[in-house]
Every structure is written in C-alpha cells, then in structure tokens.
C-alpha cells in the first residue's frame, strides 16, 4: 500500500485503534476472565490496526501518543470498575499503584508488538528509492542491450579490427590497435598521385561524349538561364559584390571553422577552461583601440552584440578580424550574446535571390572593451 501521509492519515490510524480499544473495556465487566484480553490481547489488535494506515517513520510517533494514552485510559477504566465492584473494601497503598503502574506498561507493551507487527504504508522515501531501483534495473538492461554487452574498449578494437580487415583485402597495410596507440599515428599510403582523382577528368579526356550538366554540356562562363532570370546582383556572369560599408562598423568580420572544436561540438568540454570564443585582430587595430591580448572585448554589428576574449596576431590582415564559429548561444538580457557566437553579429539575409545562401561574411563590426583582466 501507497500512502502520503497526511494527518487525516494519522488520525483516521488513530480512530481505528482507540475503537478497537474502547471494544476492549467490555470485556473488563467480566473479571477476571476478561483482564487478559482487555489488557493484553486488545491493545495488540488496536496497535496493529492503526499501524497499518501509517508510514514506517510514524510508528514511534503513533506508539508514544495513541499508545500512551490509550494505556493510561484502560488503567483508568479498569481502577473505575474495581472501585465500583469493591467499594469502601478498596484501599490504596504503596502496591496498588505500582501494580497500576505494571499493567499500563504491559498494556503499552502489547500495543507496541501491536504496532512493530504492521507492515504500515510506504514512507515517500522508500516510494522514492523503488522507483529508482527500477528504473535503474530498466537502464542498465537498455544499456546492455544498447551496447552489447561490451565495453568502450572493447568496441573500439572490433571497429579498428573490422577497418584493419577492409584495408588488408584493398591490399592496404595497417598496424595492429596496440602498435597504432605506441606510434599515435601512420600515413597510410591512399594519398598517391594514382589515387588522386581529378576533376572533370571524364569531361576534358573527351567532352563530346562525357558532357556536364550545363544547358551547353560544357564549361559556362555566361549562363544565358541565369541571366534570363533578370537578377541585377547576378547577371549571368561572376561578379565582385561590394561588401555592405558603414562606418560605425569599420572592421570586417570572418567566421571560420574552430580549431578546437568540430563546429559546436565539445563546447562544453572548452567552457570549463574559457568562458568566451576567441577574436582574432591585428596588433595595429588594437593598439588604435586601446586593446591588448586577454581583454574582453564586446564586438557589436547593426543586427547584434556579443563578448569575446581578444588575440592580436600580425597573421590577420588590419582591418578584418575574426571570430570561429560553433559557440553555444548564451543570450544575456537584451539579446548580447556571452559566449562568443558571431550569428548574433550577421544579418538574417541570403548571398542572392538565386542561391539564399548564408551571406556570414558580409557584415562590418566594431570592438571595444568591456573588462580589463589586470
């Protein structure tokens, strides 16, 4: 049985036992046939009836306050009855009380064995503690399932063992797992000039019969299709587009692959030693800037802000700085982003009408400070 215990819980427990108690003075009229099961036999019975609406962790609680009372009240009850049968005969010495005193105790002793002997309810703990017990018993079953019951080690010597085997039958030799770990890495000879493939190699060996997939089967330079389009940013032909200028923004900002990271994957893994993406800058537009390396730097464009920590390298041309891609979006109030993430900087546009592709490159920026680290 389920229960969270309420004190309607308690109460209704304690209803129950002092019912099953108060049935108990009946059999008191009958002395002294009766004294054993008032005494004894009852209070076991009410224990254990009203445990069982209760919660382990409530027993100690019901045994002091139920128990307690209910010894007291039959103690009472049966000094009544034996006033009342014995009259004036009945006199009160230094034995009496403690043969009172003897039979509340026995009395509460019995409730209490009453109360240990009830299987009670479920605390919200042990509810608590099944359902992880099962649910760990369910993860661990998917997990074996999931991996075959083998280990990470020992998938990574089948996956390695089954790629040593394809290489082997394409006549290509590979050293085992365990001498690949001790030499950390091997070329392997499949980047030859004879595996080399060349581009439209079929077209220009005869492109009569190998055409391409131009209206024309060849090479176009000028696309009739295109052009009917009437595009005026593309005209049939390769063009140099301006870039957007504004001088609010003079820097231009590119957004390459990371270096330490596969786009936005180990994100995670970096956070725990930097807190912001890296903005690379020339030396000569941080020093107009007043920056040096380390700083945190707060880079804005027209459609966004974000934080950055900054690098001055002389590799970068003066007026371009760049910021890899794959930070995590970490947008504070109003939208600045904390991470480092430059789509927070680019405008939500296509390269052109024709192919929508991402325009990341085309965006003007500014760099300022924000936290100085000294």
């Known amino acids: 049985m389920i229960c969270h215990m309420t004190l309607e819980n308690y109460y209704s427990a304690r209803s129950s036992a002092v019912k099953t108690m108060a049935f108990g003075l009946v059999f008191l009229l009958f002395l002294p046939i009766g004294i054993p099961l008032s005494l004894i036999i009852i209070p076991f019975l009410a224990g254990r009836s009203g445990a069982k609406e209760l919660p382990k962790d409530w027993h100690s609680t019901f045994v002091i306050t139920v128990g ?110 365990e001498n690949l770990k001790r030499q950390n890495f091997v070329r392997l000879p499949i980047d030859s000039e004879e595996n080399e493939k060349i581009p439209y190699g079929e077209f220009r060996k005869n492109p009569g019969t190998n055409p391409l997939g131009t209206p024309s089967g060849k090479i176009e330079i000028f696309s009739e299709r295109i052009a009917s389009f009437g595009y005026a940013e593309v005209p049939g032909h390769p063009i140099f587009q301006m870039p957007n200028s504004d001088r609010m923004y003079p820097l231009r900002l590119l957004s390459p692959q990371p270096g330490d990271k596969l786009h936005s994957q180990l994100q995670a893994a970096i956070e725990d030693k930097q807190n912001h993406a890296i903005i690379f800058m020339h030396p000569i537009d941080a020093a107009a800037r007043n920056l040096v390396d380390g700083d945190e730097v707060r880079i804005t464009s027209p459609f966004g802000a974000c934080v950055a920590k900054l690098e001055a390298r002389n590799t970068i041309k003066p007026g371009v700085v760049s910021l890899p891609t794959g930070s995590w979006f970490s947008p504070a109030q109003g939208g600045e982003d904390l991470s480092g993430n430059p789509n927070a900087l680019t405008e939500d546009c296509g390269t052109s009408r024709l192919g929508q592709g991402a325009a990341a490159h085309n965006v003007g920026v500014e760099v300022t400070g924000t936290v100085r680290k000294t």
Do not use: R
């Open 68 to 177: 307690g009372g209910c010894s007291l009240g039959l103690v009472f009850a049966l000094y009544l009855i034996l006033s009342l049968s014995l009259g004036p005969s009945l006199k009160i010495g230094i034995a009496e009380p403690a043969i009172l005193a003897l039979v509340a105790a026995m009395i509460w002793g019995s409730f209490f064995i009453g109360v240990k002997n009830s299987k009670g309810t479920k605390t919200e703990t042990q509810i608590n503690e099944e359902e992880w017990e099962e649910e760990e018993k369910i993860n661990k079953q998917d997990e074996k399932e999931f991996t075959e019951n083998k280990t990470s080690a020992q998938w990574i010597n089948m996956i390695y063992d089954q790629f040593a085997t394809n290489a082997k039958a394409e006549g290509i030799a590979v050293p085992s797992w």
